[in-house]
């Protein structure tokens, strides 16, 4: 089948995106012919709407039919974030597909209006138009699929938990006596939505009395402040190295031991989370949308609360004071990945889902 799919750009040198991972392991490992029409914001791009932004916009409208068309795609394969921006525009693609006749599957990438109901009358008209007039609806969990239910009363969504290809990840197993101090790794867009300011909050305690090692990769909007933040307390001991891809990407996560992300909303199954945990890095995140399907406490990673950096202090430090615990949750953060959310039983899933779609009568 030829299937046109919508995403970020995928050099994360560009943009740092869980969809465009999401997009480039399908691209790499379906059996269908896949074309890519990139749409979205790269970390580059002024925040302000100015001529040029409303001179994007207008195009769209032009560029994508055309693109469906010169392409003969079959179907549409949106990848959704439920913002404000992502589901206007995604909205838009819609009818252009449908006005061609197209079948589209509507892909749910987490974001502000998944877990919390919308409030505006044409944001929430466009978003109930999404799912209605979706030949397939995605969601990344049994809990957001619920949660659609609940907040829109869409009970026909699937959901397919996020993956990654585990045989690119080594599996390097904590070591009590590598070093004398412990490496947390921060791998994520480095914006307010990830929990960064009681990140900062917790290690202003922390790293006083429980000195660590802390390696942050990635770009956003808040780069700058976290950043200073925590060159500030943590000195030589902090390392920054921007947005990392590939081998580098690789040397950050072998590096580490703990990685943290309090996500406090608009997640959605955060690709970092499962690209470390796959290497043996324990998790310390929230249970934000899908990631508490991912962590158990205590058992394959630490859950702590969100907007609270009390409690993030108080659990990385029993942790870290617990080297033992350490090496037994690693153990059990790989075998999760690897049992759970390997890519190659995940495209054949999206594959089943093309096929179905495609034999689906109008």
């Known amino acids: 089948m030829r299937v046109a799919i919508t995403s970020q750009n995928l050099d994360p040198r560009i943009v740092v995106s869980g969809i465009s991972t999401v997009a480039d392991t399908i691209i790499r490992l379906t059996q269908n012919q896949i074309f890519l029409f990139e749409m979205g914001y790269r970390d580059h791009d002024s925040n302000k709407r100015g001529i040029r932004w409303i001179w994007k916009q207008i195009k769209f409208v032009f560029t994508f039919p055309y693109f469906l068309i010169k392409n003969r795609i079959e179907i549409v394969h949106l990848n959704v974030p439920f913002n404000t921006m992502g589901i206007i525009r995604e909205y838009t693609a819609l009818c252009i597909a449908k006005l061609l006749r197209k079948k589209v599957l509507v892909h749910i990438h987490g974001g502000k209006y998944l877990m919390i109901p919308c409030e505006n009358p044409v944001i929430k008209f466009f978003i109930k138009s999404l799912l209605n007039q979706g030949d ?9 699929k619920d949660i659609l239910n609940k907040n829109y009363s869409f009970g026909s969504a699937e959901f397919l938990l996020n993956a990654v290809d585990t045989s690119l990840y080594d599996f390097k197993p904590f070591d009590e006596l590598r070093s004398d101090k412990v490496t947390i790794l ?5 914006t307010e939505s990830k929990g960064i300011d009681d990140v900062v909050e917790a290690f202003k305690k922390l790293y006083p009395i429980q000195p ?4 942050v990769c990635g770009t956003g909007p808040n780069q700058a402040e976290f950043v200073t933040a925590c060159k500030k307390l943590m ?3 902090f390392e920054y190295r921007g947005v990392v891809s590939g081998t580098d990407k690789l040397n950050a996560i072998y590096s580490s031991d703990l990685f943290i992300l309090p996500s406090r909303h608009s997640e959605g199954l955060p690709m970092s989370l499962l690209e470390t ?4 890095l324990v998790p310390i995140v929230t249970d934000e949308a899908s990631m508490k399907y991912v962590v158990e406490h205590e058992k394959n990673g630490i859950q702590v609360n969100k907007y609270d950096g009390e409690d993030i202090f108080l659990k990385t430090k029993q942790l870290i004071e617990n080297r033992t615990k350490i090496k037994e949750l690693s153990f059990a953060a790989r075998k999760t990945i690897v049992e759970k959310y390997d890519s190659k039983k995940y495209v054949n899933s999206i594959d089943r889902l093309y096929t179905l779609i495609n034999k689906a009568h109008d």
């Not at 397939?136 to 957001?144: A, F, G, H, I, Q």
């Not at 945990?277 to 043996?280: H, V």
């Open 186 to 190: 921060y791998l994520a867009r480095i």
């Open 136 to 144: 397939k609806v995605l969601v990344l969990s049994e809990l957001e």
């Open 235 to 237: 000195n030589e001991d």
């Open 212 to 215: 660590f090692k802390l390696i």
């Open 277 to 280: 945990m796959a290497a043996g």
